[in-house]
């Protein structure tokens, strides 16, 4: 069992720059990929970015490549997310993910835990 805690959302201008963090309770934490998804309001959750187990593969969507950079520390058990240039279209609610199966990490399906989430307000 794995319960996932985000923390470091708020309300920044377009340009700025946040950190997201996402807190794992579990002794087998390092075992898992982890990721964040966002859900804009009145669409649908999206895949961000994921890390593997060790933390030395990352993998990024596309509109979030170079803005976004997703990290983990397994001594701490704590995933992150930092973001930044940001603009109003990443206004989301912004959630962490952790699974320990080979499918498909893009897809919401592929994970067995999620966080409650963490609001980003990006004002123009």
């Known amino acids: 069992q794995v319960q996932l805690v985000e923390s470091g959302g708020g309300l920044v201008q377009t340009g700025g720059a946040l950190r997201l963090s996402c807190a794992a309770s579990?002794?087998?934490?390092?075992?898992?990929?982890m990721s964040w998804f966002r859900q804009a309001p009145g669409k649908e959750r999206t895949f961000v970015a994921g890390?593997?187990?060790?933390?030395?593969?990352?993998y990024s969507a596309g509109s979030m490549k170079g803005r976004f950079t997703i990290s983990r520390d397994n001594a701490r058990n704590t995933v992150f997310l930092q973001m930044n240039n940001l603009n109003p279209e990443d206004t989301a609610v912004y959630s962490c993910?952790?699974?320990?199966?080979?499918?498909?990490?893009?897809?919401?399906?592929?994970?067995?835990?999620w966080g409650q989430g963490t609001q980003v307000t990006v004002s123009s």
């Open positions: 579990g002794r087998t934490f390092r075992s898992y990929v």
């Open positions: 890390v593997s187990w060790s933390g030395h593969s990352t």
């Open positions: 993910a952790a699974t320990n199966s080979l499918g498909d990490i893009t897809l919401e399906g592929a994970y067995e835990y």
